[in-house]
């Protein structure tokens, strides 16, 4: 053998072919397209189902004896059962936030219903701003004109101004709001902190108007039960139990909050007045 020479090496296997993954606009694309496509079918699930049927006034008035009874020996286990229900309600936009927050006040009474349906509301809220920011809104960002850009931009400069304008004045769907800031690219904090300080004086109101209708659901459930004891054959056409919550809502309540609403604006309206003049 001779010196020096190295001696022979075997080649290298060749490395195995790499599958190809997703690209990576496609795994962030349905990233962000999969939580707004489960709460839309978790949406569809609970209408479908009529979930929402049973957060009624017929539900708790039936039910108001047992209520009261579990929540005085479990309160903090009522009270998470509530917080839970409400968030759920208000990300899956069911038509029943009104009739549980009043629900809040009559078996929690306004001094706990109110804080808890406001912690509630506001999480909930959350919940589908940022579904609804990171798909509907950074996708409309993307494709938009200047036009939905510098109203964008507008609104973003004014957002807690804008945001507490459209939380206090009644005339706005809550569900409605939360999709506008998404797609209007309203700041999370910002967000937070109109939605839970805009909502303080409706659901106040609502919780105080629901902690005083203790003696008005046990009249009702007593005519009721007597109702249906003399007509069980048609108890769901004869007998009625229902309280409107549109009743508490009245001319003046509406008025108060859009004033409300009005002083809310006084920030934006300053420093519009203010750029004009030092336009001038």
């Given at each position: 053998?001779?010196i020096?020479?190295?001696?022979?090496?075997?080649?290298?296997?060749?490395?195995?072919?790499?599958?190809?993954?997703p690209?990576?606009?496609v795994?962030g694309?349905?990233?962000?397209?999969?939580?707004?496509?489960?709460?839309?079918?978790l949406?569809l699930?609970?209408?479908?189902?009529?979930?929402?049927?049973?957060?009624?006034?017929?539900?708790?008035?039936?039910?108001?004896?047992?209520?009261?009874?579990?929540?005085g020996?479990?309160?903090?286990?009522?009270?998470?059962?509530?917080?839970?229900?409400?968030?759920?309600?208000?990300?899956?936009?069911?038509?029943?936030?009104?009739?549980?927050?009043?629900?809040?006040g009559?078996?929690?009474?306004?001094?706990?219903?109110?804080?808890?349906?406001?912690?509630g509301?506001?999480?909930?809220?959350?919940?589908?701003?940022?579904?609804?920011?990171?798909?509907?809104?950074?996708?409309l960002?993307?494709?938009?004109?200047?036009?939905?850009?510098?109203?964008?931009?507008?609104?973003?400069?004014?957002?807690?101004?804008?945001?507490?304008?459209?939380?206090?004045?009644?005339?706005?769907?809550?569900?409605?709001?939360?999709?506008?800031?998404?797609?209007?690219?309203?700041?999370?904090?910002?967000?937070v902190?109109?939605?839970?300080?805009?909502?303080?004086?409706?659901?106040?109101?609502?919780?105080?108007?629901?902690?005083g209708?203790?003696?008005?659901?046990?009249?009702?459930?007593?005519?009721?039960?007597?109702?249906v004891?003399?007509r069980?054959?048609?108890?769901d056409?004869?007998?009625?139990?229902?309280?409107?919550?549109?009743?508490?809502?009245?001319?003046?309540?509406?008025?108060?909050?859009?004033?409300?609403?009005f002083?809310?604006?006084?920030?934006?309206?300053?420093?519009?007045?203010?750029?004009?003049?030092?336009?001038?």
């Amino acid at each position: 053998m001779a010196i020096g020479r190295e001696p022979h090496r075997m080649p290298a296997p060749p490395e195995p072919a790499k599958t190809p993954g997703p690209p990576t606009s496609v795994r962030g694309g349905l990233g962000r397209w999969l939580p707004l496509a489960v709460l839309v079918l978790l949406m569809l699930l609970a209408y479908g189902m009529g979930w929402h049927k049973h957060l009624s006034f017929r539900t708790i008035g039936a039910n108001y004896d047992a209520l009261r009874t579990f929540i005085g020996a479990n309160l903090f286990a009522a009270l998470a059962i509530y917080l839970a229900l409400y968030i759920a309600v208000v990300a899956l936009s069911l038509p029943v936030a009104g009739v549980m927050t009043i629900s809040g006040g009559l078996l929690f009474g306004w001094q706990i219903g109110a804080p808890v349906t406001i912690v509630g509301a506001t999480i909930g809220a959350t919940l589908i701003f940022l579904i609804a920011r990171s798909s509907i809104g950074e996708a409309l960002a993307a494709q938009a004109g200047p036009w939905l850009a510098k109203l964008r931009e507008g609104f973003r400069d004014n957002a807690l101004s804008y945001l507490l304008f459209l939380r206090l004045v009644p005339a706005f769907p809550f569900a409605i709001v939360n999709l506008a800031a998404a797609v209007l690219g309203v700041p999370l904090r910002a967000y937070v902190v109109g939605t839970a300080l805009g909502i303080i004086p409706g659901t106040t109101a609502f919780s105080f108007a629901g902690a005083g209708l203790g003696s008005v659901v046990e009249a009702q459930n007593v005519a009721y039960k007597a109702c249906v004891a003399k007509r069980p054959a048609d108890t769901d056409s004869a007998c009625t139990f229902s309280i409107d919550p549109g009743a508490i809502l009245t001319r003046e309540l509406i008025i108060a909050l859009a004033l409300l609403g009005f002083v809310a604006l006084i920030p934006v309206a300053v420093k519009w007045w203010k750029a004009r003049n030092d336009n001038v």
